[in-house]
Every structure is written in C-alpha cells, then in structure tokens.
C-alpha cells in the first residue's frame, strides 16, 4: 500500500540533538536533496536555519519511518504540551502521527501489530483528549490526504470520528479505546486488495467491486489471527458496511452492533467529504444529505442524528 519512497515530517517534531540516525531531505519543485546524513547530528542551530528561511516541513525515506515514528511518538506528550506552538500545529502533529504510524502498520506484515498494539492506544489517548475537538482535528487530517496514502488517513478520521460519536453517550475508558482500535483497523482488509483496484479513478468493474468487498472479512479473519484485538474491535473490522437494512455485506446482518452502527456511519461520512482521485470532497450538508436521503435505510437514524448533531 505503499506511500512512496520519501515521507513528509513536521519540523517542530524535531527536538535538537535528540534526534536518530536517520536522513533528512528537503524538497525543491519535485526533487529531493539530501540535508542531513544519518551519522550528523540535527542542532539548535539547524533547526533555527530552517524555521529562518520559513521551511515547515522535512522529508524523511519511507526505510526510516518507523524510527521516526518511534521518535515522535516518546516525545509526543511533551510535543502536544508545548504552548509555545499553536493549537493548529500541535493538531497537526498529532495528526501525523497517527497517519504514520497507520502506514506503518499497513505496510508491513501482519505480525507487527502484535508488537505495536501499545503505540497505538497511546495515540488513541492523545485523539481522545479534551485539548482537540473531534471539528479541529477533522480538518486537519483532511489537509493530510495530499501527502498520504487515502487509506491511512480514512482510519484515522474513521476512528476519531467513532470514539466521538461513541464518548457522547457513553465514557466508558477500556469501549473507548476498543472502539478507536475498531476504527484505526477497520480497513485493514484492504492491504489484501490490489493497489491498482483501490486507486481506480474509474467505476470499478463487477469483479473488482467483488474484491473489494471482501476486505472486510480478510481483514477481520488477519487480524483475528493475531489473537490481539477483543470481539468490539473485531466487530467494527467485520461489520463497517452493514447496513441498518440487511443489504450490507459481508454477513448481509439485520441485527447489528451499536459499535457496527457507529462504524459505517463515520465510514461513509469520511469517505464523502474527503477529496478522492474521482471527485472534489463533499460539504458537510451534502454528505449528510446523502446519508438521510439517498441511502435511507443505510444507517440506524438514532446514531445518524447523534452525529449530525455533534457535526453542528
């Protein structure tokens, strides 16, 4: 699922003499020239050079991603701490994060989300502090589909989107974090599609649309596997395109979970309004429109005027 072989890191998460060998590039037009070796260490001086001449953004090698990440990661409380950046920035941060740490997870074997289930509850706390709303941290993540692949960002804004609707009626800490998971792996099954099949800007042929449907259960059966993740998370991953009415697959359910309900709701709002190779994101009005409207019968009102309502 690849996101290339260069991917774009935040300068302020770089903290002077503190930072691991690895390389960083800086971008001019569409080439990449290297800044710093892994063996030079990154200084004070450095970094003020960089905010000097107003750059914002560093370039690190697909290879070194997960150092980075583990990185940003140790030090994130005191990053998202630190008033000295803007809300937006720290946002932002935060965001990245997450969507790193999804591609990272995505693009390697299954067996490593056994090793790093810990990283990602720790991410799913910082999503779910008061410090961000649910309306900030959408629009940042939004302003990330250009530098990511659309799927990792998809499972991040899935999962915050979930763990809000869901916090509003209930607080319960250990469902909450098992519905982030749900969210964060919801389309796992989709490392098992074809690349070409996911990023077809034209109308999927009936072969392909089958394909597609089944990542849901590939992803679930994966992660199942693994022995990690409990019956709600698992659930979320199986049943995120069930509909209200039974014409859902892949199990076509007419009895489905309050954490199902939730998933398919932030799904395909997610899905609507953010920008895709074959369409311009849809407004906030619309997408709703088209869920209460055009797929009536998709969603459990209940929860679909739960989530409108907190989109206000």
Do not use: W
């Not at 982030?180 to 074809?194: Q, S």
């Not at 059966?221 to 693994?226: K, M, P, R």
């Amino acid at each position: 699922m690849g996101g290339g072989l260069y991917n774009q890191i935040i300068l302020e998460t770089l903290i002077p003499e503190s930072l691991p060998g690895v390389s960083l590039f800086m971008k001019h037009g569409t080439n990449y020239t290297l800044y710093k070796g892994p063996d030079l260490p990154f200084t004070e001086r450095d970094k003020q050079r960089l905010v000097n001449g107003q750059i914002e953004y560093l370039f690190v090698f697909s290879s070194d991603l997960s150092d980075y990440n583990l990185y940003v990661e140790s030090n994130l409380s005191e990053l998202l701490e630190n008033e000295d950046f803007s809300l937006g920035k720290r946002q932002e941060i935060l965001c990245q994060a997450s969507v790193s740490y999804v591609q990272e997870i995505f693009d390697a074997p299954a067996m490593n989300i056994k090793s790093n289930l810990d990283r990602c509850k720790s991410l799913i706390k910082h999503i779910l502090s008061d410090h961000f709303s649910p309306h900030q941290l959408m629009s940042t993540l939004g302003s990330l589909v250009s530098h990511n692949s659309y799927t990792y960002v998809h499972s991040v804004q899935v999962s915050s989107y979930m763990t809000a609707l869901y916090k509003l009626r209930n607080t319960e800490d250990e469902i909450l974090m098992d519905v982030g998971i749900g969210g964060i792996f919801h389309d796992y099954g989709k490392v098992y599609v074809p690349q070409m099949i996911l990023d077809k800007p034209d109308k999927l042929t009936s072969s392909e649309f089958e394909e597609i449907k089944g990542h849901p259960k590939l992803g679930h059966d994966a992660l199942d596997q693994l022995g990690i993740l409990n019956p709600i998370a698992l659930d979320i991953v199986r049943h995120h395109h069930e509909k209200f009415n039974g014409t859902g697959y892949p199990d076509g359910l007419t009895e489905i979970s309050r954490y199902a309900k939730i998933a398919s709701i932030a799904d395909v709002y997610s899905a609507l309004t953010t920008n895709r190779s074959y369409r311009q994101a849809l407004t906030k009005e619309v997408a709703l429109d088209i869920m209460s409207d055009q797929m009536k019968g998709s969603f459990d009102t209940y929860y679909l005027s739960m989530f409108s309502a907190m989109l206000e």
